[in-house]
């Protein structure tokens, strides 16, 4: 089974900073793209940002220049600097990933979700 397990949220005020991480262990042959989501209260999941095994990244238009994705292929690893952060930023992110698996075929998986809240 594959897990992927998120850190790194908490409160932080207006403008400040916060690196998301995103672990995935378990039976895992390779991992295609790699996706930050977050879901507000009350409103649908969006997609933050994207990247793919090559490192191409994506990011919605309400984080670019703020945000940040990167990933370590060798460690299974996924991060999200965040920076400049706004109230609207708050949410739960979770990760997202397209994982080959002990089945030998790809898989959507998906983290628990960590908290980000913005506030003074």
């Known amino acids: 089974q594959v897990q992927l397990v998120e850190s790194g949220g908490g409160l932080v005020q207006p403008g400040g900073s916060l690196r998301l991480s995103c672990a995935a262990s378990g039976t895992i042959f390779g991992i295609g793209v790699m996706n930050w989501y977050r879901q507000a209260p009350g409103k649908q999941r969006e997609l933050v940002a994207t990247?793919?095994?090559?490192?191409?990244?994506d990011y919605a238009n309400s984080v670019k220049g703020r945000f940040t994705i990167s990933r370590d292929n060798a460690k299974n690893t996924m991060n999200l600097q965040m920076n400049s952060l706004k109230p609207e930023d708050s949410a739960v992110y979770y990760c997202?990933?397209?994982?080959?698996?002990?089945?030998?075929?790809?898989?959507?998986?998906w983290g628990q979700g960590t908290q980000v809240t913005v506030s003074s």
């Open positions: 997202n990933a397209d994982v080959t698996d002990w089945s030998r075929r790809a898989h959507d998986y």
């Open positions: 990247i793919d095994s090559g490192g191409g990244t």
